[in-house]
Every structure is written in C-alpha cells, then in structure tokens.
C-alpha cells in the first residue's frame, strides 16, 4: 500500500533513470559544497523537498503548494546568495576538456585565431621576474589561455601595452599605484594591472604561502591559465599550473616551464582540429 502511494509499483525504465540523474545531482552537489557554509542550507532544502514529496503523495494540496513556493523561492535566494560559488562552479566547468574543444572549434568557426607566447616574449618575463627576485620585489603574473578572463580583467586598471622588462618591474615597484594585485598578460600584450584574483579555499597549503601564492593557486583552480608568483619576503619564484605550486631554482626552469606550457597549448590547438 505504501509502494503504490508514492507510485512505486508502477515504475517505468524511464522513472528508474529519472532517480538516478537526480541522485547523481545530489551526489554532485554535495560533494562541491562539503565542508562550506552552504552544506546546512543544502541539507534544509533536501528535508523540504522530500517533505514536500510526501505531502504530494497523500495528496495534501495547501501544504504542497506551500512548500513548493517556499523552496522556489529559497532556490533564487541561494543563487543570489552563493553567486560567487556559482561561478567557481561554472567555470570549472567550462575549463573541462570538451568545453575547451568546443570552444576552439567556435574560435576557428568565427575566424579567431590563438596567439602563443614567442621566445621573446618568454625573455622579457623571465627577465623582469629574475630582476624583481634579486630586489625582492612581489609579483603575480597571469598568463591565460583558453578560458577567458575579462571578470578578472575588470577588477583591475586596464593598459593594453607591450611586454617589456621595465615596464613590469615598474608595475610592481612598492611605490607604483599598481602594484597591488596581478597583472594580467594576454596575446603579447599586457592587458591589465591590480587585477583581483579569486583565492583557493584549501587549507592543506603550507603557513610560508602568502595571498599571492594563495591568489595564484586559486586562479589556476578555476582557469586553465598560469601564474608566476615572486614572493616579497623571500625573493623566490614559483610557476603555478593546475592548482601546482613549483618552485623556480633558476631562471632557466622559468624558461623552460613557460615554454612548455606553450607547447601544451600549441597541441591542444592541434588535437581540437
């Protein structure tokens, strides 16, 4: 009697993939927000749906239509409210392998071509990082690839100038109004500066990562970009891919991790055609 008031007996192969897409979606929810503020809310909405579907079955329309506005209205409320999860989300998302090829296969539908990084390009990064590690002077380069990062870009002050050495180290000069924050270096050109990054919520980083190395892990959590990091207390530099940290020993492994990271992008390019 119970089976049939939930609708049980007359379960369809239709209604057996319908519980298990849902259960998936549980699944996935719960595993992005566990362990944050969100997870109690989570846990009330999940009681009030199945309330709600038991209200349904024995038919208890006021109740039912009570409950169904409350959780409508609390699901725009959490989107409001977790805006900046959302999009932590979504742009984890869009960093997967088949977004990424879709999105090369639009830019090569429209005719937009992706610039690298040339070697001299790689000098003048490298250079200026090697010049800012000797004064130990703070810096957090980002180099983006596919993924766009103009919700970046609009934190900070744009420029649009060539790459050079100086003109980095410039950037980054305690005294410069800019340098606080990331400078953003995309298609050859420096895009912006004082750039706010999105910081890792991970709490297994050593207590010597400053908000720079904590900025760059995050950035390169939710993007596929890069990020060079030299650290004003210490002068060292490190190269950030993936959510990993890699100390520079010398200015070559710079070189040699920036190039590299070329070549990924190179065949990626390749592979999506």
């Known amino acids: 009697m119970l089976l049939?008031?939930?609708?049980?007996?007359h379960m369809s192969a239709a209604d057996i993939l319908d519980i298990l897409m849902v259960a998936g979606i549980i699944y996935l929810a719960f595993r992005w927000i566990r362990g944050s503020a969100a997870m109690n809310i989570f846990i009330a909405l999940m009681t009030l749906f199945l309330l709600r579907v038991v209200v349904a079955a024995f038919n208890m329309q006021l109740m039912s239509a009570l409950l169904g506005t409350f959780i409508d209205v609390g699901v725009l409320a959490l989107i409001v409210i977790f805006q900046p999860e959302i999009r932590h989300f979504l742009n984890r998302l869009g960093a997967h392998r088949l977004a990424r090829t879709s999105q090369s296969f639009l830019g090569k539908l429209l005719g937009i071509k992706e610039k690298g990084m040339d070697s001299e390009l790689v000098k003048e990064i490298t250079e200026a990082c090697r010049s800012m590690s000797e004064s130990k002077t703070g810096a957090l380069i980002v180099l983006p690839h596919k993924i766009s990062l103009e919700y970046i870009i609009e934190t900070g002050d744009r420029i649009d100038s060539m790459v050079n050495r100086r003109l980095l180290m410039n950037l980054f000069f305690k005294n410069s109004p800019l340098?606080?924050?990331?400078?953003i270096i995309n298609d050859g050109r420096i895009v912006a500066a004082r750039c706010t990054l999105p910081i890792t919520d991970r709490q297994d980083l050593p207590a010597r990562y400053g908000m720079?190395?904590?900025?760059a892990i995050g950035v390169t959590e939710d993007t596929d970009a890069d990020v060079i990091v030299v650290s004003e207390e210490t002068g060292g530099v490190s190269f950030v891919h993936g959510g990993v940290l890699t100390p520079i020993?010398?200015?070559?492994?710079?070189k040699l991790l920036l190039s590299k990271s070329l070549d990924e992008k190179d065949e990626a390019g390749e592979q999506a055609e």
Request: no cysteine.
């Open 212 to 215: 720079r190395h904590k900025a």
């Open 179 to 183: 340098h606080d924050g990331a400078v």
């Open 4 to 9: 049939e008031i939930f609708g049980f007996m």
């Open 249 to 254: 020993h010398n200015i070559n492994e710079l």
